[in-house]
Structure formats: C-alpha cells, structure tokens
C-alpha cells in the first residue's frame, strides 16, 4: 500500500477530454450543479427517464436509516423498462445482443425477439407456480437465454438470485437454501477455455446433497440445451427450456409492481465465513443503473456497440450487461467464453469483428493482456473503441497508460468506476468528456451522490491525507439489506459511523490535493483476486473442514496480475501426519478448496507451517503473515503472544 500512495503524490499526468469528444458527450458539468442545487429533485428526474405505470410523487423516505425507500409509491415492470418499451418505440428491430460462444458460433438477438422469449419463459414460470416475491436461482453460462431468464424472473415481479457458474455444488446449495428458491434455471454446461463446463450436474448434487438439513425448497429445474453433455434428470422436477419457452403463448402483458418490489439478490463476501445475500429492489436501483450506464459510458444506444466483459455472477453483469444497456436499448457483445480461447487475442478479435465503440472491464484483465504483450491486440482493429472503462479494484497507473496507449490508441478516455455490490451502481468515477482523467485515481464522486473520506471518528480527512471511505447520503440503488439478516446490514454497514449516518464501505482511500479520490483496497478481511471479492474466513472455514487441517489462516498477498492473491498458511493435525505422508498435500489441499467454493477461491500458495502467530487473546496475527507471503521484512512481532513464532514461520516458508 505504502508504495501506491508514493505513486499518487507523484503522479501528475493529466487527460483532458479531447473538444471532439466533449462536443458529442452525454454527459455535461452542469449535472454536478443541477444535483447540488436539488439532490432529490436530480434523481427524480433520471427515474423520470424510465417508464412508470403509476407515477410517484414521493422521491425518498429516510425515515428509518438505514432502510431507505426511493419513488415508493410509484409502479414499474423492470423487464418491460427494458424490452417492451424498445418495441413499442419501433426500434424492436436493433440488436440486443451481439452474442458470440466460445467456440464461435453466433447469434443476434434484437429487442423484439429478446422480448418475445422474455414473455414465453415469463409464461413458463408462472405455469411453475412463480409469482411475485418468489425466488429463482439462476445458474448458467453467458448466453443469451442466461439474460432472458433473469428478465423473465424481473418480469413477474420475482426476485432472481444468480449464482456465477464458476461456484461449486456446495456454494450453490448455500444459496439456494439461504433464499428459499422455488425453481433453479440452469444449462447442461457452458464453453470454458475449450472444454464443456458442466452446470447441471452441480445443480443435482446441490439438490441432493442435503444432508440431515431440511428439505429443500426447490419444485422445478428449467434446463437450457447448450453444450450437450449426458445429464441426469429427475421426471416431474427437470423441464428442458426448448421444451417449454418455445411451447408456451408469446402473449405477456407486463404488470406494474412497487418500486420498492424486491428485484434480486446477489451473494457476496464479507468478512464471516457466511456470504452475505445482497438485496436490491426495482425503482431505484434501474433508475441509477440506466443513468450511469448512460452518462459514465457515454451511452449513444443508435450508434455504440457495448461490450462489458463481467460475467452475470457479478453486479457487474447485472448492471451493465443486464439491467443498464438493456433499460438504455443499447447493442452489446456478450461473449461467453475465457479471453484466452482459442487464442490470446479473443477479446480483440471480438472487438474488431463487432466493432465496439466502449469497453468496459477489469484491470487484473488488462494486467494479463500487458504481460501477454501488446504485439497481440496490435495485430487487431481496434480503432472503433472511443472509451474505454475500468472496474473492480484499483488500476495501478502502469495498467492506465497502457490501456489508454494500446487499447485506446492514446487517445479514449478512460474512466476508472468504482462501486459495490452493495452499491448496485457506479458511485465513484470521472465523467468522460467532462473530467481531466488521471492515472490511477477513481476521482470524483457522480453528481447526485454523497462521497467522503474520514478518520475513525467520521471526521473528514483533508486532502493529502488517508482514510476510510463512506457514502454520506442514501442513493437510489443502494443496497435495502441483506436478505434475511436486517441486524448483520446495520452492523456491517452502518454500526461504524451511526452518529454521522455514513455508510462504511469497507475501503481505505485517499484525497490527493485536488480532492480526488484513491483507493487503496479494502480494510477489512475481504480480499480482491481478479476483481473478484472472497472472504479470508470463508477459505479458512473451508481448509478446516478437511480432515487433515486442524488450523488455517488465510491472507491476500499483493500479485502482479490478479491484484490479490489467496495465501494459506496451515498447521496439519498430528493424527493425518501420522497417518499419511505430507507429499502432495498442499496440492489436495488447493483442489479441496476448489471444490468447496469455487476455483477462483483455490489459493495461490499453501504453505504447511507449525504454527500461527497469535495475540495473547488469540487473535491471529494476519498483518505479518501478509510480510512473510510478500517476501518483506516481517513487522512488529511485540504483541505476540509466542515472539519467536514468526522467524519459524519463515524459514519454513523458505
Ligand atoms: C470492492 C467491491 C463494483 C463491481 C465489481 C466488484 C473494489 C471496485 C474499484 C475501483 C478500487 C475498487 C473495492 C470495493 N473496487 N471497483 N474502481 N477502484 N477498488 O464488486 O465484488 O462488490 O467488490 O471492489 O474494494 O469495495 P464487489
């Protein structure tokens, strides 16, 4: 961290937007003043921007924080928002989806024909007995079919809860169970780095394996046909959806539900072993979905070609692959595969061949194309790209000026977007055509949303200085709780700073001397690998709960590619040694990971120790685990309870 913050005071490169650009840009400077002027009054006209069936009159109750109600007595139909309206405005005909599979087959959906399956596959689970309130997992590959499913969920006034396909049977199983889900949508498998990826199988083991638990509320499995591997089935539960969509009546008229109608849940980590199902609900959370989408990608829906590369498993998916191009009737790429395959210049093949105007994706993404070198997107067009954006964790300014040189030909600009799951939108980033952009900074809150960086005591920091970062006033698509947990969403969130009613978003930050904001990664013990967020108790939970670990303790280590990567450090029950040689086991022990959560959770490193540095009450001692994984210099080791334990530690690591 001490290095970053070296770098910012010394980064004083500077992008105006080019007059060109700024000429034509969606966004203008006078949207901070008009927000200032009137914040309320600002978001209501961008959810004026949406179609409601009834009206609202109200804009926000915060007359119980942290539970914030926007536009409560208005009525909408998200799904309708963004696929009926498309139609009925005569432009049924654009594209959609610009979908591409791994293996390269193709298909272009418009928003007519989008509409017509939404309405089918709406028809369908209503006949499996889903009606408002009700929840369906959704666990399936990038393909077009994924997004029509969770529209068609939106559409009856259902709550969708997608589960990355990249999870584990047991992962899905803690999902499905945490929220209740009457029906699960999944496919036979996906396209992943040229092999079928199975997703039913897991869908069946995560419904079979129920232990002594209670009996799960799943009633029906919607199956999309993709990669065509042998699946199992079970008669009465499992409907095949080229079966039923096709079968069931195109007719679907869109009814309108409260703003405040819960829309989906989103698991994400948190620094207890348990994830932590995030809620979001209709009204506000598409009304700052649309307008960001709009103004920080600079959205002309006529003429860009949209690609962001996140997966629906993510808010990211759902905000700028679902919910926000779709709500604004953008054309988009959605591929399904890994960048890799077949070749390392995929995605700049994908970006020549459907011309995309904006890309938006990761900087542990752009990290991996720079070590790959730039001689493979050179040998593309990519001279249709005019902006280019970047989410997930901070981008180190090497990654920026190599995105903006070789990506946008120095000359897009880039905005760096930082956000949350909780946050459901962007809440932090330049505005394009707008803001002077600078290497590696996430820079200046969006107009209409209240952004600080504070001392302990929630007192304002001053810029030069550090600190944490809040959000000082509700937003419309802030999170409304974690689902079924009220008490764990004011102490995560709100405990911290309750005399200042700040939301604490659990990241380190900086104002540099203009006041704009850095981030420095996360203070709690939630870690970032590829953009990804995991939980360091949830992987400890998981390595002990194999029979050869008695203690494990998790930490994220820098990494040149992935941002953070996960490093466990495990001390072996005395019974398995006994019983077994410790050849291979840190291998069985990555895999074992691998099964429980998923592979992006696998650690990097294991390293079996003897021992683990802990408080005199126990607590363990992270921080220098953290040196010994970084190969420093290990900090100060006074508070231990055993100060010795450390120089043992690293020359066993050594
Ligand atoms: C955490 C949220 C937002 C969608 C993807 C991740 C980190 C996110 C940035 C950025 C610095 C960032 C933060 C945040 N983060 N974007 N532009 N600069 N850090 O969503 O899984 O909910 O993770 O990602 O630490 O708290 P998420």
């Known amino acids: 961290m001490s290095s970053q913050i070296d770098h910012l005071l010394t980064e004083n490169r500077r992008f105006a937007p080019s007059p060109e650009f700024a000429a034509d840009a969606v966004a203008t400077a006078d949207l901070y003043a008009q927000a200032d002027a009137d914040r309320e009054g600002f978001w209501a006209e961008q959810a004026r921007a949406l179609h409601w069936h009834t009206p609202f009159s109200q804009v926000l109750d915060w007359s119980n924080p942290p539970f914030a109600q926007w536009f409560a007595d208005g009525e909408l139909n998200v799904a309708y928002n963004c696929l009926d309206r498309h139609v009925e405005a005569g432009n049924g005909d654009r594209v959609a989806l610009l979908w591409e599979g791994e293996p390269g087959d193709e298909r272009r959906v418009t928003y007519a024909e989008l509409t017509d399956e939404v309405k089918r596959a709406a028809n369908v689970l209503r006949g499996l007995g889903v009606e408002a309130g009700d929840r369906v997992a959704i666990y399936m590959p990038m393909i077009p079919e994924a997004i029509a499913a969770m529209l068609a969920v939106a559409r009856l006034g259902a709550v969708h809860s997608v589960i990355f396909g990249g999870f584990s049977a047991d992962s899905l199983r803690t999902r ?38 209670p009996q799960g509320t799943v009633e029906h499995v919607l199956v999309v046909r993709r990669t065509e591997n042998e699946v199992g089935w079970t008669e009465g539960r499992d409907i095949w959806w080229h079966d039923a969509v096709p079968a069931a009546s195109g007719e679907h008229e869109a009814q309108a539900f409260p703003a405040e109608n819960p829309l989906f849940i989103l698991y994400t980590s948190g620094t207890t072993g348990k994830p932590k199902g995030i809620l979001h ?33 993510w808010i990211t998916g759902h905000s700028y692959v679902t919910y926000g191009p779709l709500s604004n009737g953008a054309t988009q790429v959605l591929y399904e595969g890994t960048p890799e395959t077949p070749h390392p210049g995929r995605w700049w093949e994908l ?11 990761a900087p542990t993404a752009i990290r991996s194309f720079m070590k ?45 977007t930082w956000w949350q799951t909780e946050t459901g939108s962007i809440m932090v980033s330049a505005l394009p055509g707008v803001t002077e952009t600078k290497p590696g900074s996430a820079q200046v809150p969006l107009p209409g949303i209240g952004v600080d960086v504070v001392d302990d005591q929630g007192e304002h920091v001053g810029n030069g200085n550090g600190g944490l970062l809040v959000l000082t006033q509700p937003w419309p698509s802030m999170l409304r709780g974690i689902w079924g947990d009220p008490e764990r969403f004011v102490e995560t969130y709100w405990e911290k700073f309750q005399n200042k009613g700040y939301y604490f978003a659990g990241d380190g930050a900086r104002l540099d001397e203009d006041g704009d904001v850095w981030f420095l990664g996360r203070v709690d013990d939630v870690m970032n690998v590829s953009g990804h967020r995991l939980s360091t108790t949830e992987i400890e939970s998981a390595l002990v709960g194999n029979e050869a670990v008695a203690e494990a303790a998790v930490v994220g280590a820098s990494d040149e ?30 895999k074992w990971v691998g099964e429980q959560i998923g592979p992006i959770a696998r650690p990097r490193d294991i390293y079996i120790v003897g021992e683990l540095p802990k408080t005199r009450s126990g607590k363990i001692m992270r921080r220098l685990l953290r040196d010994v994984a970084e190969g420093r210099e290990v900090g100060d080791t006074t508070t231990l309870a055993d100060t010795a334990v450390m120089s043992v530690i690293s020359a066993q690591v050594k």
């Not at 009457?182 to 232990?211: E, H, W």
């Not at 970006?351 to 994706?361: A, D, H, I, M, P």
């Not at 902006?387 to 030909?409: D, K, T």
Request: net charge negative; hydrophobic share 40%; with cysteine.
């Open 176 to 213: 499905i169970d945490d929220a209740g889900a009457k029906v699960v949508i999944t496919a036979d498998g996906g396209y992943r780095k040229g092999r079928v990826s199975p997703l039913k199988p897991a869908v069946d083991q995560a419904l079979a394996d129920r232990g002594a638990g």
């Open 281 to 313: 609900t209709s009204g506000g959370y598409l009304t700052q979905a649309t307008f960001t989408n709009k103004v920080v990608h600079d959205l002309h829906p006529e003429t860009d070609v949209f690609w962001c590369t996140a997966d629906i498993g």
């Open 351 to 361: 970006v020549e061949k459907y011309g995309v105007t904006v890309l938006y994706t």
């Open 372 to 416: 790959l070198g730039r001689q493979i997107p050179q040998q593309f067009d990519l001279s249709s790209i005019r902006l280019l954006g970047s989410v997930g964790e901070p981008i180190n300014p090497e990654a920026w000026m190599w995105y903006r040189e070789i990506i946008g030909a120095d000359a897009a600009p880039i905005v760096d």
């Open 561 to 590: 590619t992935t941002g953070q990567a996960v490093v466990a450090f495990v001390i072996v029950k005395q019974s398995y040694l006994s019983a077994h040689e410790p050849e291979g086991l840190a291998d069985a022990l990555r």
